[in-house]
């Protein structure tokens, strides 16, 4: 239990105090209302003795009373209704809050720290008044009137008659059996004589008189002379007199719930006004009977009006109806007590009080102790046996004992008045009530046996009960306090005898004193257990008392604290204490905070911000439901919906105070600020037939860091390249789409009339759904003027400036339960400034009907089609954007600091050109190798023109707008029917297997010198696009050689006209998509021709093999390939012409068919190359059809030339490894077997699509470097390297040697052999064949060769041998020879043969080294063709 002001061991004496009634005549009354007080109100402050009192007991032993107490009231005939006592101990707790300065306990426990009042002054006032207001009752003689005064006014025509009447009167009450109330102690009440004298009006000689008279008849220690009014009531302003009254009568002010709601109301006077003003102590309904005053009649504690309690001890006397309560407030606005008395007619009330308690009350409680002590002995012996006879004799036989539990019918039994048992108990009373608690104790207990032994349970249970306390007030505790007599005594009256406001007095006085001893689990126990449904009030202060209990045990039960506040609370809100039920729940939210109970956190929540709500604190109300909401809550779908509802109700509550205030912060839906995505620009187009808009950016894009990166290279290639190869200082990318990965430190710059958009991403953590409608931006703009100064004026806000900041407003936003979803909020600038985006503001609503919860569709007849809106309020939240982390220097690594991020802060600029581009047939779907024709179209959209427009791409192999030869070449009217991409000329037939040549600058491609072969200029007519401007440009592509989907990023740079200091250039981008399926497959080698066969007789000439297969495996619906031509391109050789066995002049390649072709290449004449500047690339075409494809023209040439630089650029890394410092010799002999002979083939594939045949063409490039090595149209896949074994030693530094390699080596010496291939000899006229061979010698290096031929047959190998057979070699059998730079030599050998057969002749062994190097090397030409001849026998 909390800390209470009195101990207990003061608290019960000030509970159980003699009772004294006060009966008044009506000019006495008079004199004391001229102070706003009756007789009894007037006494209260004065009723504390402040001497000790002495008393002898029945044995003679002087008995001390400390502290004493006495309770002055009117007489009141009826019993107050239990109704009124409801009301007067609701009104007691509700008007006795916490004060506002109250310093709280602060608990430790665990990891709790909990703030806790410390005291409970509302428990105090209703205990207090609850022990005062108790009825009496007949099992109890406590509060039974001891005495009466009799008070009359010495102002009186008659004043010893009117005591006399009064006197009468008193008698009639007592005796009368109409009454039955008051109680009155002893049948012979003491009778008190007061005669009341108004010290300014009255005679004081008369008064004294009067007192001599009534000394005469009613003797010095029955009668007082009180004096009183010793000033006027009009004097009373002029000096301030103290109010000892007000503290009492302040309990009085009762305030009911209407009014305490509108803020505590602060009545310092007592509402006893004037009569005619409020009915007070029944006088405004006087009855005269018998010529006395009936002010009797009515108890205070009925409803409709109010008097004095008979039996009120320091507590509230009076209790009023709401209306009567009002009328005070107004008429009395401040009543002051006492103002006719003086501070020596306080003294006076004070003597009175002592004098009365001292002559009159204590000696005859003494004389009634002794009566009934003598009684009780005189009767002890023969009354106890004849009364137990008598009962024997009435009932038969002995009544066997009971446990409690069977008594329940026996708790009816009445004592007649007189009855023994009864003397005993009123002995006790007597005894407790003058503080003697060793003989009550005795006397409690000996009542406590006769009564169980008569089974009358509510007298046992009464004798019990305040045994048990005065065993615990006995001085030096003679004995421990026996708990089980309360126990057993609440039991009784609880279950037994159904009498609930004695069980609460049991417990409360009990639980005190368990309290006092640190036995705070027994008393939690006790005062949980009289927890019940008939009282509210009473079960939410015991509930509050046990928590109490709990946190103040010697280790505090925290938990057990909060629930036990938590059922306070609930009782506390039931019994309309709304306050009361607001602090528990407060402090029961202490220990529930934070600790994972989610779901007991909204149950508290949502209560705090009902109870909050009520009593109209509107800010902890929504503080309240706003944490409900915010928290990941566990509720179901229904309770969620509720919660939302009620916030919102309160929420419009809450705006609707301050219509003109801010815009408050709405905790729905969550924002994921760091999520917040930005696009500046328009939106694309969709794709309007075969237009196709570029992809460009949108927010429907993912971000990907790599291609990101690739954007990023893109923009700098051409940025450099427009700026003379150095990328200049203040350059950075441009981001059209900023997010969380984009870079976000410098402020962003949009243009002018060019919509910026906002991705708001929107997260519902409810299960309802909410509709979020009139949704928009909220801004701050700062305006420039052209100059570009500031204006002064800053504009502020959402519609405020729409000719400044166009703002779209989205009407209607559902977001479902737990769904993210994102908004895109668009603002359209239409002046230059600084844009600042605050956030986004929104009305937040729920749905109502069109929702099911719990299997409960909509209701009928609700409206479900479109939203149908429940509530709704306006509110708004901030985008607050956390930059990154920084942790670049020392000290942002040491400490936590975030850089800016200011992509919601644009700088709008000036008018920049917009260009949009759109591509007509573009395909999305090749071939490898296909070339289509497309058309681009450029548009300018916006107001100024643009220039310099360029386009950049990493696969610049993949498309073409033509070269600068385009309009030189003619269409023939074939390929203009086939709607071909190449240009074609119709050919004569005879020169089928002949090339023709024509020969083309890669300058003109695009591909010259130092160029930069991705960055390609869009060739606009006088390079500047007008705004409205469009211009359509065909645009040739090539299917990528790899099979797959590509994406190819392709980015367009233009710049304005008129330079801006901000922007300098625009960029667009586009990625198409191509999926590419495999088609043909060609395979090349070059080989050095053993003939010497060549105009020139030089060995000049090449055979070119070329393979051809068909990988297509009717993907696309291909039937077959043709291959309608193969061009040779090169700077030194061409191919002359076709040298295919096979007459079939069309090559068709059906499903996995291969092609095989050899063709002859030479070089070019000296004088072509000659004439040739560098960069010349002579074109040799040989036509397998009747049209030949002019191959140096575009796109032919295009798709060749860039195919060739990007190998060439792939080629290049591997060269850097090289030492550059290759000595020349080895470069002579590596150029000797180097050879740049590129082919290209062209075919046409004839494709059935929907029942209709297509032609498509298309081209394979193959690049031949090397002599004898194969080289692939498409790129081969790389077979994984065997693992190999590890090895544990450092490799040694192996230097790169810069030797050239046996292969090229190898094939520095050309041979051949010229003999005849077949020779008939007469072996039986001539044993030995003798055959002439001419051996040939080619240096094919530009360096002096020494060469060895050695001739000597050594066939390691058995095969050999049994294959070819042996033949000898007639002559010397080595030569060493020089040969100059190109220079070929002839040697004539002879072979002898003995038997026919058929040999080989290449054995002769070339060896072969530079004339100025050591190594020497053999040369592997003649293992690559066998040399064979064959023998006849004639």
């Not at 015991?542 to 609370?569: D, T, W």
């Not at 992509?903 to 591509?919: Q, S």
Request: negative net charge; proline residues 5%.
């Amino acid at each position: 239990m909390a800390q209470c002001v009195q101990s207990v061991q003061e608290l019960i004496p000030d509970s159980f105090v003699p009772c004294v009634a006060a009966l008044c005549s009506d000019d006495a009354e008079r004199l004391t209302r001229l102070n706003h007080l009756s007789f009894a109100e007037l006494l209260k402050p004065f009723t504390r003795l402040t001497s000790e009192v002495h008393m002898r007991d029945p044995n003679n032993q002087l008995h001390i009373i400390k502290n004493l107490k006495i309770a002055v009231s009117n007489i009141i005939t009826q019993p107050p209704q239990p109704g009124a006592i409801r009301k007067l101990l609701s009104d007691v707790v509700s008007g006795s809050q916490p004060a506002d300065g109250l310093v709280a306990n602060v608990i430790t426990a665990g990891d709790y720290d909990l703030n806790i009042s410390a005291t409970t002054p509302w428990f105090e006032s209703y205990r207090e008044t609850f022990l005062q207001s108790m009825p009496a009752s007949d099992h109890e003689f406590l509060n039974h009137y001891l005495a009466c005064m009799l008070v009359a006014s010495s102002s009186e025509a008659e004043p010893m008659e009117q005591f006399g009447k009064l006197s009468q009167e008193q008698h009639r009450i007592q005796h009368n059996n109409d009454y039955s109330y008051p109680k009155w102690f002893i049948p012979n009440t003491l009778k008190y004589y007061v005669l009341l004298h108004d010290v300014s009006a009255g005679d004081e000689q008369r008064a004294e008189s009067i007192y001599e008279e009534m000394k005469q008849k009613y003797g010095t220690q029955g009668c007082y002379l009180l004096k009183i009014n010793s000033r006027t009531s009009n004097q009373a302003s002029d000096e301030q007199i103290p109010d000892p009254w007000s503290q009492y009568l302040q309990k009085n002010s009762i305030q009911n719930q209407e009014s305490y709601e509108d803020g505590p109301c602060t009545i310092s006077s007592n509402k006893n006004s004037d009569s005619n003003l409020l009915s007070l102590d029944g006088l405004d309904n006087e009855v005269k009977v018998d010529g006395l005053p009936n002010n009797f009649r009515a108890h205070p504690l009925q409803l409709d009006s109010s008097s004095d309690p008979s039996n009120n001890i320091d507590g509230p006397d009076h209790v009023k109806s709401a209306s009567s309560l009002h009328e005070t407030k107004k008429a009395n606005p401040g009543i002051i007590h006492g103002a006719c008395l003086t501070l020596t007619d306080h003294d006076r009330i004070r003597q009175f009080v002592q004098e009365f308690t001292f002559r009159g009350l204590l000696p005859h409680i003494e004389k009634t102790i002794r009566q009934l002590n003598d009684q009780l002995i005189s009767r002890k012996g023969l009354s106890r046996s004849l009364f137990s006879a008598t009962k024997k004799w009435f009932s038969g036989s002995k009544v066997p004992e009971k446990s409690i539990n069977e008594l329940k019918n026996t708790s009816g039994l009445l004592y007649p008045p007189e009855a023994p048992e009864l003397q005993i108990r009123k002995m006790a009373d007597l005894c407790f009530l003058v503080q003697h608690y060793d003989l009550a104790y005795s006397c409690y207990h000996t009542a406590k046996k006769d009564f169980l032994n008569d089974q009358a349970m509510l007298y046992a249970a009464g004798a019990l009960e305040m045994a048990a306390v005065s065993a615990f007030l006995q001085q030096g505790a003679a004995r421990p306090y026996p708990a089980h007599y309360m126990d057993t005594a609440i039991q009784t009256y609880r279950d037994i005898c159904k009498n609930m406001i004695l069980a609460e007095r049991c417990v409360l006085l009990s639980a005190e004193i368990l309290k006092s001893q640190s036995k705070y689990s027994e008393a939690a126990a006790l005062l949980i257990r009289l927890t019940s449904e008939d009282s509210d009030l009473r079960s939410a202060l015991l509930l509050e008392q046990a928590a109490h209990c709990f946190i103040n045990m010697k280790s505090p039960m925290v938990r057990k604290y909060a629930f036990h506040m938590i059922l306070a609370g609930h009782r506390f809100s039931k019994a309309g204490q709304k306050k009361h039920a607001l602090r528990c729940y407060c402090q029961a939210m202490q220990v529930y905070k934070g600790k994972g109970w989610s779901l007991a956190e909204d149950h508290i929540n949502f209560t705090i911000g009902r109870q909050s709500y009520t009593l109209r604190q509107l800010d902890n109300a929504v503080s309240a439901f706003r944490h409900i909401l915010i928290n990941e809550s566990k509720q179901s779908a229904a309770q969620q919906g509720s919660f939302l509802r009620e916030y919102l109700y309160v929420y419009k509550n809450v705006s609707q105070l301050s219509p003109d205030g801010p815009l408050p912060q709405l905790p729905l839906p969550y924002i994921n600020s760091s999520a917040t995505r930005v696009f500046f620009g328009h939106d694309r187009r969709p794709a309007d037939g075969e237009k196709q808009a570029a992809t460009h950016v949108s927010l429907d894009q993912e971000y990907d860091n790599e291609s990101s990166q690739q954007w990023r290279e893109l923009e700098e290639q051409v940025v450099a390249l427009v700026n003379k190869g150095v990328i200049p200082p203040n350059f950075h990318p441009t981001q059209y789409c900023l997010n969380s990965f984009s870079d976000n430190s410098r402020f962003p710059l949009a243009v002018v009339e060019e919509p910026i958009t906002v991705e708001v991403a929107f997260r519902n953590p409810l299960k309802v759904p909410l509709l979020l409608t009139n949704l928009s931006l909220l801004w701050k703009f700062q305006p420039k003027d052209c100059s570009g100064k500031n204006d002064e004026e800053v504009k502020e806000l959402v519609a405020s400036e729409p000719e400044m900041i166009g703002t779209e407003v989205i009407s209607e936003f559902l977001i479902n339960s737990e769904e993210s979803k994102v908004a895109r909020l668009k603002l359209f600038p239409h002046h230059i400034g600084e844009l600042h985006i605050l956030g986004v503001v929104y009305n937040l609503g729920t749905i109502q009907g069109s929702t099911t919860v719990d299997g409960i569709g909509a209701l009928p007849g609700c409206h479900t089609g479109k939203q149908s809106l429940g509530m709704s309020v306006r509110g708004r939240q901030d985008l607050e954007i956390q930059g990154p982390r920084l942790n670049s220097t020392k000290e942002e690594k040491t400490s936590i600091t975030y850089g800016p991020d200011r992509r919601l802060d644009p700088i709008i600029v000036e008018e920049m050109p917009l260009l949009e581009v759109f591509f007509i047939h573009f395909p999305t779907g090749l071939l490898c190798g296909e070339i289509r024709k497309a058309y681009v179209e450029f548009v300018n959209v916006s107001k100024c023109p643009l220039t310099g427009l360029k386009v950049v791409c990493k696969r610049p192999e993949f498309f073409t707008f033509g070269g600068n030869t385009t309009a030189l070449t003619p269409l023939s009217p074939s390929a203009s029917e086939n709607c071909s991409a190449y240009k074609t000329v119709v050919t004569e037939s005879t020169s089928v297997c002949t090339a023709l040549t024509s020969s083309a600058s890669s300058v003109d491609f695009g591909i010259g010198i130092g160029s930069q072969p991705e960055v390609i200029p869009v060739p606009l007519p006088d390079t500047v696009l007008l705004p409205g401007a469009s211009v359509q440009l065909p645009l040739w592509l090539r299917g990528p050689d790899e099979e797959g989907v590509h994406e190819i990023n392709f980015l367009f740079y233009y710049e304005s006209v008129k330079k801006l200091p901000k922007i300098r250039h625009r960029i667009l981008r586009h990625t198409a998509v191509i999926c590419t399926s495999r088609s043909l497959n060609a395979r090349a080698t070059v080989c050095r021709s053993n003939s010497l066969e060549d105009e020139e007789g030089r060995g000049g000439n090449m055979l070119v093999f070329v393979d051809v297969e068909n990988i297509n495996t009717s993907e696309a619906g291909v039937k077959e390939f043709h291959i309608v031509q193969v061009s040779s391109s090169s700077k030194h050789w061409k191919l002359q012409k076709s040298v295919n066995l096979s007459e079939n002049k069309d090559a068709k390649l059906g499903s996995r068919e291969k092609g095989k072709f050899c063709f002859k290449a030479i070089r070019c004449k000296e004088k072509e190359v000659a004439t040739q500047s560098s960069e010349d690339y002579t074109f040799a075409d040989i036509i397998f059809g009747n049209e030949q494809i002019i191959s140096s023209a575009s796109p032919c040439a295009d798709f060749f030339y860039r195919s060739l630089s990007s190998e060439l650029k792939k080629a290049q890394p591997s060269a850097h490894t090289e030492k550059q410092s290759v000595e020349d010799a080895v470069r002579l002999i590596q150029k000797c077997s180097e050879v740049d002979l590129n082919v290209v083939i062209l075919w046409k594939a004839y494709v059935v699509e929907d029942s209709k045949q297509l032609i498509l063409e298309g081209q394979h490039h193959v690049i031949l470097h090397t002599v004898g090595k194969e080289a692939y149209s498409s790129p081969q896949k790389q077979e994984p390297p065997e693992m190999e074994p590890l090895k544990f030693f450092r490799p040694e530094n192996t230097a790169v040697s810069s030797r050239p390699s046996v292969e090229q080596l190898s094939s520095l010496i050309k041979t051949s052999l010229h003999y005849p291939e077949s020779l008939n000899h007469p072996f039986h006229q001539k044993s030995l064949c003798l055959v002439p061979v001419t051996l040939l010698l080619s240096n094919c290096s530009k360096a002096d060769v020494d060469v060895i031929v050695d001739l000597r047959h050594k066939t390691t190998s058995p095969e050999s041998l049994e294959i070819h057979g042996s033949f000898t070699w007639l002559g010397q059998t080595q030569y060493k020879l020089q040969l100059k730079s190109e220079e070929i030599h002839s040697l004539q050998l002879k072979a002898c043969f003995v038997h026919t057969g058929v040999y080989n002749l290449g054995t002769p062994r070339v060896f072969a080294k530079l004339s100025d190097q050591v190594t020497v090397f053999e040369t592997s030409q003649q293992n690559s063709m066998p040399a064979l001849i064959i023998i006849n026998n004639v």
